[in-house]
């Protein structure tokens, strides 16, 4: 079975623009968690989806949004870039919700803003 | 607020000697307790979790953790270090109350030498 996939692996931008991320789960995982992680702040939850509704979230400014799709892939987007955006974005899939004893990493996506 | 405080931020030991990590946590209700493991460039992997049944946890690769309510631990141990365990752990905890997302450690590197 194939793990967790997140693309693109590697992203630049600069300063104001906008990013989308995404993630295919594990086939037939319906829950896909959004992870930010800093050097300085560590890993930090973004948001949850389960059944394409946003089932929980943290405590980010609006500019960070997600969704997901019929299929259970997820996008995240990071809407008018700052520095400190600058992070390794995880993603991770579980079959059900709030089911953390079963959750299912992917490799990140490294996000560089200049 | 649940929350989570590991002790070191880097711990060396040589190689076939015990690993010791520890963690603290702070709780309000039962915590559900988790280490993951992220080895450079990969994604995180559950070592193993506490959800309130036998204080003793064992998990993959030879390691184990003992909950211990009184001194509100969850320390992370290994008998004999291999050189493959070299990577980054981090001690999780469920935020209750609503809400469900895990509350990351700050983590420790963990370096294995010959």
């Known amino acids: 079975k194939a793990g967790v996939t997140q693309t693109p692996r590697y992203l630049i931008k600069t300063r104001g623009q906008q990013v989308t991320l995404s993630c295919s789960p594990i086939?037939?995982?319906?829950?896909v968690s959004w992870y930010q992680q800093t050097p300085g702040q560590g890993l930090q939850f973004l948001f949850e989806?389960?059944?394409?509704?946003?089932?929980n979230k943290g405590n980010f400014p609006g500019r960070f949004s997600g969704r997901q799709f019929s299929n259970s892939r997820s996008e995240m987007n990071v809407s008018t870039l700052e520095l400190g955006d600058s992070a390794l974005y995880l993603c991770?899939?579980?079959?059900?919700?709030?089911?953390?004893?079963?959750?299912?990493f992917g490799p990140g996506t490294r996000l560089t803003v200049l | 607020a649940q929350s989570v405080t590991q002790l070191d931020s880097h711990v060396s030991v040589s190689e076939g000697t015990p690993v010791l990590l520890r963690c603290n946590y702070s709780?309000?209700?039962?915590?559900?307790l988790f280490w993951y493991v992220q080895h450079p460039n990969k994604g995180l992997q559950l070592l193993l979790k506490?959800?309130?049944?036998?204080?003793l946890v064992k998990g993959i690769n030879g390691f184990e953790a003992e909950f211990k309510k009184s001194e509100t631990s969850f320390h992370l141990t290994k008998p004999s270090a291999h050189m493959s365990d070299a990577a980054e752990y981090f001690c999780?905890?469920?935020?209750?109350?609503?809400?469900?997302?895990?509350?990351f450690g700050k983590g420790t590197k963990l370096t294995v030498n010959p």
């Open positions: 086939s037939g995982h319906r829950s």
């Open positions: 991770a899939s579980s079959q059900n919700a709030a089911n953390y004893n079963e959750q299912f």
């Open positions: 506490y959800t309130s049944a036998a204080t």
């Open positions: 989806y389960f059944s394409e509704t946003q089932r």
């Open positions: 709780s309000s209700y039962s915590p559900s």
């Open positions: 999780v905890v469920i935020a209750q109350g609503g809400s469900e997302k895990l509350v």
